[in-house]
């Protein structure tokens, strides 16, 4: 059944996931355009969802708000966590009965996680719970696992003062006073847990993957959303450097090679075609033509590479009509005081 959200109850949805989506910081993430992308899925219709890169995952939240069926993917883990949690999971919530059971004593007085990051991101005390917390969340099944896991990792996300994993040892000098930073990591995961359960709602049937996206099925998806990790001018685009911790905590580090040299204890870099300058122009050029049989909805920000002239051309390659649309925004990285803050032409591209 083709989906009938008006641009009313589009932008309904988009303040409705805004305010209950819990807000994990996302190196692009999209929820101050929530809105314009709620009116630009609302206008194109249909039922069907592929969301292609799904990071954070609030854009195939909104996109089941919508009434759309979703496919959410990305290549790491931890993404594919919160998914399962909040967008494929209708109805399963934690009860106080199973957060007190997480927050008991160790079951089995593990202490991996303490023993390998200790003096790196958080206190002592903050790292024997989470070694604790994984020894009940072992025992747990379904979507009530990925709750747990979501909350944990998202617990973790909010204690470290940039939300990032490059910086390690003593922090202090980045506490800038808020709450997030100063109450411990047991009560980050009582309160991550009631952001996820007020987050989870009855809709369409949705599914995830994490798959290298040239390994994503092809199929006439009516809606494929696209926000792929474009090059930026300098540094890197490498989201498992800068979320490494999360991504290990999401399975308890199992069956991960540490880079035990580095300071931070990274996990390998995953190389892929979008990885280098290099080889990102052929990567748009084999995304856009995996999903050429698609509507497909890009979203693009003026200060990453490709420009905007070269994507515009490649989609043309396999589109016909191709809509540029300009959202003023100032995009911001980093939770400190003297964060980063740069005005960009944010761009969501229609191809149809």
């Not at 954070?56 to 939240?61: F, I, K």
């Not at 023993?115 to 719970?129: K, S």
């Not at 856009?288 to 509507?295: A, M, N």
């Not at 540029?324 to 740069?342: D, F, K, L, N, Q």
Request: hydrophobic share 40%; charged share 25%; net charge positive.
């Amino acid at each position: 059944m083709a989906s009938t959200c008006s641009p009313t109850s589009a932008l309904v949805a988009a303040a409705e996931t805004a305010a209950v989506y819990p807000r994990v910081r996302w190196m692009g993430s999209k929820y101050r355009l929530l809105p314009h992308l709620a009116q630009t899925f609302a206008e194109i219709g249909g039922s069907t969802a592929l969301d292609a890169f799904s990071g954070s995952g609030v854009v195939g939240y909104l996109l089941k708000k919508q009434g759309f069926e979703v496919h959410s993917n990305d290549y790491l883990g931890f993404p594919g966590v919160v998914v399962k949690a909040a967008i494929v999971n209708n109805s399963s919530r934690l009860s106080p009965r199973d957060v007190n059971q997480i927050l008991s004593p160790s079951a089995d007085g593990r202490s991996w996680i303490r023993a390998t990051y200790e003096g790196r991101f958080f206190a002592p005390d903050d790292l024997d719970f989470l070694d604790s917390a994984w020894s009940h969340i072992d025992a747990m099944t379904g979507h009530k696992r990925s709750l747990a896991i979501a909350a944990l990792c998202l617990s973790a996300a909010r204690k470290q003062p940039r939300g990032v994993f490059t910086i390690s040892g003593d922090l202090r000098h980045y506490d800038d006073g808020r709450r997030d930073l100063r109450i411990p990591m047991r009560q980050h995961f009582v309160e991550r847990v009631a952001e996820y359960n007020a987050a989870v709602f009855r809709g369409p049937k949705a599914t995830v993957s994490a798959l290298e996206v040239s390994e994503v099925p092809s199929r006439p998806w009516d809606i494929v959303y696209l926000d792929p990790p474009y090059a930026p001018p300098r540094d890197d685009n490498d989201y498992t450097k800068r979320f490494h911790f999360l991504e290990g905590l999401s399975r308890y580090w199992i069956g991960d090679d540490l880079m035990w040299e580095t300071k931070t204890r990274k996990l390998p870099k995953r190389v892929t075609p979008f990885s280098t300058k290099r080889t990102i122009v052929e990567a748009f050029r084999d995304l856009f033509k995996q999903f050429g049989d698609s509507t497909i909805v890009l979203s693009y920000g003026s200060n990453a590479l490709p420009d905007l002239e070269t994507l515009v051309a490649l989609l043309h390659e396999v589109k016909m009509d191709v809509d540029v649309r300009s959202i003023p925004h100032t995009y911001t990285y980093g939770t400190h005081a003297r964060a980063e803050r740069r005005a960009v032409d944010e761009y969501i591209i229609v191809a149809r």
